[in-house]
């Protein structure tokens, strides 16, 4: 359903039935929670810099501006904009491990 490099690859469906609908089936993503900052493996920081975005950092550090979900999970961030809100932030980037 997602392709390999997709926060969301790998995370189970699920069907909800409404109960003003029963013959309605609707296919739903279950949620996905942060994984520890601490499962990430550093490759190196970034220092923000003022008018940074977070994927312009992303296409420079990780080589594709998609993936600025990465930087989130290995700074335990669930809104990815706290992560350039402070200029100076020292921002982990991570190893890309697997798919």
Request: proline share 8%; net charge negative.
């Amino acid at each position: 359903m997602f392709s390999l490099t997709s926060r969301y690859y790998g995370v189970e469906t699920a069907v909800y039935t409404p109960p003003s609908n029963p013959d309605q089936e609707i296919i739903c993503l279950r949620r996905r929670f942060l994984p520890p900052a601490s499962r990430s493996v550093a490759a190196g920081e970034h220092g923000v810099s003022q008018g940074e975005r977070l994927d312009n950092i992303t296409a420079v550090t990780l080589g594709d501006p998609e993936q600025f979900w990465r930087l989130c999970d290995a700074n335990n961030a669930m809104h990815p904009a706290e992560l350039t809100a402070e200029i100076g932030r020292r921002l982990i980037i991570p190893v890309i491990q697997g798919g």
